[in-house]
């Protein structure tokens, strides 16, 4: 018979701590099913006892870009403990989906190997910046990538190939949970990356509130728009709601201030649609995700 919580069995690789010492912006209450896998296996007792309990799986990597409500029915996954792998073979490099992307960078960096500069501050993990494919001064992550390795919904690893991946603006066509992602990266010199790095450092420093606990760009930008310059255009910048505010320095940020709620960030989201909708008629679509 099939026992309906097995719980127990993954007591090991649960926390039951609060989501805000997860989360970059620092918030979120105490969760109930929060799993951190040190192992493929440890995976897939975490999908069995997701689908068992018909409890939705939300595998949000390291949570960066991720605003948690209070409900408790549902299953996260967090990626910190399982195996970081990267190996290099000339300009081919294969690195596990939870490596840190700024960790990345200064490894390629020592590698003699550079690309992704472009995103560096970004506080992700690979896994998630591929599934969304980040991007920034017009380039994406995709741009680099030859394969990923998943584990796909039979339980199988798999490799999918890029060419049988969809990639668009902030948007793939993965769905499985990815395990690795295979790169070719451009040969540079180790100082020529570090300016490169310097550069993207500043301009990021100078245009985003990067030292206050956020969620990166809220909402994405439309068609031939800045989402930013439609919410500054509102005059919407220092707008509060709570500790959560919209930022100063780049209005498609909202800032944690202290001690801001699920709800003041939830509200702000949502007064900033009424009020860019109001004045322009464009309909701002998140880029970050609410679980409620
Ligand atoms: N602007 C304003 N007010 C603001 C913010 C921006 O007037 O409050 C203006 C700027 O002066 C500039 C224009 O809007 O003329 C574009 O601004 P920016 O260069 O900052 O680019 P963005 O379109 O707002 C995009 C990405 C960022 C990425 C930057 C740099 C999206 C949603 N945003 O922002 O990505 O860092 O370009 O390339 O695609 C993210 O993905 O989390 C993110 C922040």
């Given amino acids: 018979m099939n026992k309906k919580f097995d719980i127990e069995d993954l007591n090991s690789i649960r926390s039951d701590g609060y989501f805000k010492d997860f989360s970059h912006i620092k918030i979120g209450n105490k969760v109930q099913y929060l799993f951190l896998p040190r192992s493929v296996s440890d995976l897939a007792l975490i999908f069995d006892f997701a689908s068992k309990n018909k409890l939705p799986l ?23 403990k399982l195996p970081k792998t990267f190996d290099v073979n000339s300009d081919e490099v294969v690195v596990s989906a939870n490596f840190n992307l700024n960790s990345l960078i200064n490894i390629l960096k020592k590698n003699s190997l550079g690309g992704l500069e472009f995103l560096v501050t970004i506080p992700a993990h690979i896994g998630g910046l591929l ?18 390795e ?32 295979a790169f070719k990266f451009e040969r540079k ?3 020529e990356i570090d300016s490169q790095i310097k550069k993207f450092k500043k301009i990021r420093k100078d245009s985003q509130p990067i030292n206050f606990p956020n969620l990166g760009c ?46 003041d960030v939830t509200n702000l989201i949502k007064l900033i649609q009424r009020k860019v909708y109001a004045k322009t008629g464009i309909e701002l679509e998140l880029e970050i995700t609410v679980l409620n």
């Fill in 150 to 181: 998943v584990l796909n919904k039979k339980g199988e690893i798999e490799i999918i190939p890029k060419d049988k991946i969809e990639f668009s603006y902030r948007k793939s066509s993965i769905k499985d949970y990815i395990l690795k992602a």
């Fill in 218 to 263: 809220v909402f994405k930008n439309p068609k031939g728009e800045s989402a930013g310059k439609l919410i500054d255009e509102c005059g919407l910048k220092g707008e509060k709601i709570g500790d959560a505010e919209i930022s100063e320095k780049h209005a498609n940020f909202i800032i944690n201030k202290g001690n801001a709620s699920f709800e």
């Fill in 131 to 148: 599934k969304m494919n980040a991007g920034a001064f017009g380039k994406n992550i995709s741009e680099y990538l030859k394969w990923i």
């Fill in 189 to 191: 010199l180790e100082e």
């Fill in 58 to 80: 939300f595998p949000i990597g390291g949570g960066s870009n991720v605003l948690l409500g209070n409900a408790k029915k549902r299953v996260l996954l967090m990626d910190y």
